[in-house]
């Protein structure tokens, strides 16, 4: 059974960083695509980032482009998600999910494609 676990938001302010991490169990990242998405209040949930199965493709939306890194450590079955020059707009609960059906070097940060889903966590950016 595949749990996803997110750990490390918190309170920044503008133009600060953050890691998050997604710590997956149950199944190996070698056999999941992984993909970052978040929530602002009021808002629908946006895909941010995702990495693909063999970790050569990643995604980025183009609002986080230069600014998040996603990454990942086989060893500890961990994805990351480095978030760098935080704004204000990058407020929102952030969730990582998991797909065992995308093909090896592909990925795409669409809600539909993910059915394993972590519980979240918040992330706000304030001065």
């Known amino acids: 059974q595949l749990q996803l676990v997110e750990s490390g938001g918190g309170l920044v302010q503008p133009g600060g960083s953050l890691r998050l991490s997604c710590a997956a169990s149950?199944?190996?990242?070698?056999?999941?695509?992984i993909g970052w998405f978040r929530q602002a209040p009021g808002k629908e949930r946006e895909g941010v980032s995702c990495?693909?199965?063999?970790?050569?493709?990643?995604n980025y939306v183009d609002s986080v482009k230069g600014r998040f890194t996603i990454s990942r450590d086989i060893a500890k079955n961990t994805v990351f998600l480095q978030m760098n020059s935080l704004q204000l707009e990058d407020t929102a609960d952030y969730f990582c999910?998991?797909?065992?059906?995308?093909?090896?070097?592909?990925?795409?940060?669409?809600?539909?494609?993910?059915?394993?889903w972590g519980q979240g966590t918040q992330v706000t950016v304030s001065s």
């Open positions: 149950g199944v190996s990242l070698d056999y999941l695509t």
């Open positions: 999910a998991g797909s065992l059906l995308a093909s090896p070097n592909t990925c795409v940060a669409t809600k539909a494609v993910y059915p394993y």
């Open positions: 990495i693909s199965k063999s970790g050569r493709t990643t």
